[in-house]
């Protein structure tokens, strides 16, 4: 992607970007509901959040890159433990806080589900805390579906919150489904 004059570069998060990424998260930690993470995360706890995002596999973490600048990621995860629940991955994507509205978030999209696509994935699933217009827009642009509100399932800044699950369909067509 082109904004101006400088190139947008999507490529997978590597050590060099801990420090940022962990600041971006731990803005919405702070700041929002959007992650029901109350304390800020260290930066070395995310090592081991790191590792488990290698270049290949399920579970990828992508960031968006200008000018040596971290402008966001996006990562797919596990849904839960258990191992039936393997083919579903987890997605989230946040973005620098000033760096939102530019469209970085269907490019980080863009390059996820592109790399998920030979993968063995079947559901994508995204919890979404409400409300979050542009989040809820950004999923379904991307094909997921509603699949259920949790009413107030978290509590966080002394009020309850909703979380809207949504689901996307990966790899070969379903027939009849
Ligand atoms: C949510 C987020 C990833 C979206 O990425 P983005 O690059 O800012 O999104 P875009 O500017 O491309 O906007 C996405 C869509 O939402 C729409 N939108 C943006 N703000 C909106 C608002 N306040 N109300 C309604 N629609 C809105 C845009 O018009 C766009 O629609 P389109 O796809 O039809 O063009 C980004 O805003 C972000 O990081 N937010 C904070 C962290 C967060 O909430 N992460 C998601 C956790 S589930």
Wanted: hydrophobic residues 40%.
């Amino acid at each position: 992607m082109r904004d101006g004059t400088t190139a947008i570069r999507v490529r997978p998060g590597v050590y060099d970007d801990l420090v940022a990424l962990t600041g971006i998260y731990n803005h919405y930690v702070v700041h929002t509901p959007v992650t029901f993470d109350i304390a800020p995360v260290d930066v070395d706890a995310r090592r081991a959040w790191l590792d488990a995002h290698p270049a290949t596999g399920r579970h990828r973490l992508l960031v968006a890159e200008e000018a040596g600048t971290v402008l966001g990621y996006a990562t797919s995860g596990p849904f839960r433990d258990k191992q039936a629940y393997e083919t579903s991955v987890e997605t989230s994507v946040y973005l620098a806080p000033g760096h939102t509205g530019r469209g970085l978030g269907g490019l980080l999209y863009d390059a996820l589900f592109e790399a998920l696509a030979t993968e063995d994935v079947h559901r994508a699933y995204a919890g979404i805390t409400q409300p979050n217009a542009a989040s809820m827009r950004l999923h379904e642009r991307f094909g997921f579906r509603p699949a259920g509100v949790m009413e107030q399932v978290g509590r966080k800044f002394g009020a309850f919150w909703d979380v809207a699950w949504l689901e996307k369909r990966l790899g070969r067509p379903e027939p009849g489904r």
